[in-house]
C-alpha cells in the first residue's frame, strides 16, 4: 500500500468520471444515503382518502344550526 501525495488532490470515481475532492470533505457512502432514506418520514404508497366523519368533517362543523 503506497502513502497518497499531499500535493495531489483526494478524487473518487463517479459515472462522469473521476471527480477532485474539496479538502476536509469526504465522499458520500452507500452507508450515508441508507441512513438519509432511513430517517425520512414515511410516506403513503397510495393516495389517502379523506377523513369526512364525526370530529374530523368539515363540512359538518360549517354548519351554522346545530340546535
Do not use: H, W
Not at 488532490?9 to 473521476?18: I, Q, V
Not at 476536509?24 to 441508507?34: E, F, K, N, Q, Y
Amino acid at each position: 500500500m503506497t502513502a497518497r501525495d499531499p500535493s495531489k488532490p483526494a478524487t473518487e470515481p463517479t459515472p462522469e468520471g473521476e471527480q477532485m475532492l474539496i479538502p476536509g470533505v469526504r465522499p458520500v457512502t452507500t452507508r450515508d444515503r441508507l441512513e438519509l432514506a432511513f430517517a425520512a418520514p414515511m410516506r403513503p404508497r397510495a393516495p389517502q382518502k379523506p377523513l369526512d366523519i364525526g370530529l374530523f368533517d368539515e363540512a359538518k362543523r360549517n354548519q351554522l344550526d346545530l340546535f
